[in-house]
Structure formats: C-alpha cells, structure tokens
Nanobody, 121 residues
C-alpha cells in the first residue's frame, strides 16, 4: 500500500491549489480516505474525509473552501483548495484506512510523504 501526494506549492492569499494523491497496492473503493495537515509546533489537523459511500466531512476551518473528491477508477483522491489563507500553510498528507475513521478521531493506517503548501499574504 503506497500513497503519493503531489500538487503542493506556493500561492498568494485568495489563490487556489489542487492536491492529488495517487494510491497503489489496493483498490480505492475499499478505503476511507483523508487529507490532513501539519505545521511544526502545532497539532496535526484532519482537513477532509471521503467515505466509501461517497459522503464527505470537512474541518470547520476549511468548510466552503476545500473540496475532497475521489476517482475510484483511477485510484486517485483530490483536494481542491480555494480562497487559500496564510493559515492554510502546512504540509498536507493523504491518508487511508480500510476501517472507518473521522476527524477528530483515530489516526488512519496508511500515510503518504506529504506535500508542502505555502500561502503568502
């Protein structure tokens, strides 16, 4: 099981980025998927969850701005981030688990290496 994020970068406040997560070694349709973020010195934050039934959940801090989606045929998960703010600056991680999880909650089993997102004011 491997997860690989891409799409991070630097953007000005108000801008947009789309993160991608490529999965290998298992069928995406069987897994719950999430995006998390971490800034040094702070708690890791769960940003968005995509459940197997296609329902989603978002952290209050990103509701209305971020959208998680999945393409089971391509084994890809995405995080569209709009109206970015400097406080969105973090390393973003894709995570997966065959067992149900939510945010806040337990840590998923599988993790990617992370991709950096930097938002300047």
């Amino acid at each position: 099981v491997q997860l690989q994020e891409s799409g991070g970068g630097s953007v000005q406040s108000g801008g947009s980025l789309r993160l991608s997560c490529a999965l290998s070694g298992f069928p995406l349709s069987a897994y719950y998927m999430g995006w998390f973020r971490h800034t040094p010195g702070e708690e890791r934050e769960g940003v968005a969850i995509s459940y197997r039934d296609s329902s989603v959940k978002y952290a209050d801090s990103v509701k209305g701005r971020f959208t998680i989606s999945r393409d089971n045929a391509l084994n890809m998960v995405y995080l569209q981030m709009n109206s970015l703010k400097p406080e969105d600056t973090a390393t973003y991680y894709c995570a997966a688990d065959s067992r149900w999880f939510t945010v806040p909650g337990r840590s998923p089993q599988y993790w990617g290496q992370g991709t950096q997102v930097t938002v300047s004011s």
